[in-house]
């Protein structure tokens, strides 16, 4: 007897839902399912139709199977019944032709890395020629003008510095602001 008969197969119902099922004997189950003799869930959602069917194996897979689409949301239950159907419907020709196709890349990548082993023998590296030191090259510096700070960037620069605190005094003494009569130039300045 063979035992790999079994399908798994979803079924939509007249509302629009999916049942999923196990059987031996596809054609009648859908014969039952259609005039009320079959599941509970399928008796009051009468006419169903066959959405799709996996291939055949064992009892115990079909049952596994149907388990695991049970758990699914709707959606990806037909996805799920059509991805173990692709992977099982690979045939021993595809697999033969994946084989050779595989032997070829990997003879391919064998004679690659082989001229690139080649190729870097013969760019070793070269003896190194004595070479004479020469004298290091002087830089020239351009002295920089010193940068203008705004009033407001020296009194930043006093307030950073400062560890204790600055009071309106000491700032006026250091940055020569006056209230009364704005900036003060000094000599520096100018």
């Known amino acids: 007897m ?3 008969k079994w399908v798994v197969y979803l079924v939509r119902c007249s509302e629009n839902s999916l049942y999923c099922g196990v059987s031996n004997d596809l054609k009648n189950r859908l014969i039952d399912h259609n005039s009320g003799k079959g599941a509970r869930y399928t008796r009051s959602r009468r006419p169903v139709e066959l959405v799709c069917i996996s ?6 897979e079909a049952l596994k199977v149907e388990y695991r689409i049970k758990q699914l949301p ?5 996805a799920a019944l059509t991805e173990k159907e692709n992977k099982m419907t690979i045939s021993k020709r595809d697999l033969q ?9 990997s003879n391919k990548i064998d004679k690659l890395l082989a001229s690139a082993g080649k190729i870097q023998k013969t760019t070793a590296k070269p003896a190194r020629l004595k070479t004479t030191q020469k004298a290091p090259v002087k830089k020239t510096t351009t002295q920089k003008r010193p940068v203008k700070l705004t009033a407001t960037d020296q009194v930043l620069k006093i307030i950073k510095r400062s560890k204790k605190g600055v009071n309106v005094a000491a700032l006026t003494k250091k940055t020569g602001f006056n209230e ?3 900036f003060k130039h000094s000599k520096q300045d100018l």
């Open 55 to 60: 291939p055949e194996m064992t009892k115990s």
């Open 180 to 182: 009364k009569k704005g």
């Open 74 to 78: 709707a959606g990806k239950k037909i």
């Open 2 to 4: 063979d035992e790999k």
């Open 97 to 105: 032709t994946l084989n050779k196709q595989v032997k070829a890349l």
